[in-house]
């Protein structure tokens, strides 16, 4: 980069010394022109410092207190927000609060319920399918991108016709999703037997079988941490990443994700990392935990 600076420079210095032979400017008005285009060339070469968009879970009450601490998007709850178990009415209040408000929601969680399961000895896929069809089309209306859901996995079930279950269900969901123009995000949950998919790994063996680009990967740096999952899965697995999320709570505001971010910037991540809220209210923690975020992605 600074040869090519140098390179540069003095091609201007030899452009403007041409100029000088077909006009009166002096040798002194060519240094300060060389000097001129030098410094604008150079301030227009410098790295920008790299960062992501914010969100954080939420509600919608919440929304001015999010955008005032520097946030970016919400991550709102499918039930509370979409409501398909209401009539298309009910939801349009929402629509319409979230354009007054000028609230820009980056995905909602949790569409598919406990009463519904995705695997074990009684699957309910077509039940999952009829509400996601409510559930995609209202949030494509309220221009949600990412719907975000785990694979949790009944204790005792077989593990193999499980992952078969799973996967025939997101193939279904990835359809939808592509009609709606939606993204399904998979969260790796964690190391435990109650989870199909614990690591990035995990997920993208999955997705690869499921065959679907509107099917991808949330990257939960904080579940990553606790399971000694590397920073460099991140860049390994980059192309199936869709979201992030990590989880700062108030006693764990010095962790050090830098490793991590940076795998981000390596991938040239552009979607969101996202605070993950465990008490459902915003609060000053998580305006403060924003800024600890900001200042890591800002030293790399």
């Known amino acids: 980069m600074f040869l090519i600076i140098v390179v540069t420079f003095v091609l ?34 410098k790295t920008p410092v790299y960062e992501p968009a914010y969100s954080v879970c939420g509600k919608l009450a919440d929304y001015p207190a999010i955008v005032a601490a520097g946030y970016d998007y919400i991550e709102l709850n499918a039930n509370d ?10 939801f349009q209040k929402n629509v319409k609060q979230i354009k007054q408000d000028n609230v820009k ?5 949790d569409f ?20 996601a069809k409510i559930v995609f089309n209202r949030a494509r209306t309220a221009g949600v991108e990412y719907m975000v859901f785990n694979s949790h996995v009944p204790d005792g079930f077989d593990r193999k016709e499980a992952t078969s279950q799973f996967i025939t269900i997101c193939k279904r969901l990835g359809d939808l999703a592509k009609r709606d123009k939606l993204t399904v995000i998979i969260e790796p949950f964690g190391n435990g037997d109650s989870e199909l998919i ?10 690869k079988e499921i065959d679907n680009d509107n ?9 990553m941490m606790r399971n000694n999952e590397l920073a460099e899965e991140i860049v390994k697995y980059g192309s199936y990443i869709r979201h992030c999320r990590v989880d700062i709570s108030p006693e764990a505001r010095t962790d050090n994700f830098t490793a991590y971010f940076n795998a981000l910037r390596q991938i040239n991540f552009r979607g969101c990392v996202s605070v993950n809220n465990k008490q459902g209210k915003f609060d000053e923690h998580l305006a403060t935990a924003l800024q600890h975020i900001r200042q890591q992605f800002q030293s790399l």
């Open 12 to 45: 201007m210095l030899f452009c403007i010394q041409s100029l000088f032979t077909l006009t009166m400017i002096t040798g002194q008005d060519i240094i300060k022109l060389g000097v001129f285009f030098f410094v604008c060339f150079t301030v227009s070469c």
């Open 81 to 90: 927000f979409l409501i398909p178990e209401e009539n298309k009415s009910v």
């Open 105 to 109: 929601v980056i995905s909602c969680v």
């Open 112 to 131: 598919i319920p406990d009463h519904m399961p995705m695997v074990g000895s009684e699957p309910k896929h077509d039940e999952i399918i009829a509400r």
């Open 198 to 207: 614990n690591s990035l790994q995990d997920g993208v063996e999955i997705i």
């Open 215 to 223: 099917i991808r990967l949330l990257c939960d740096i904080s579940h």
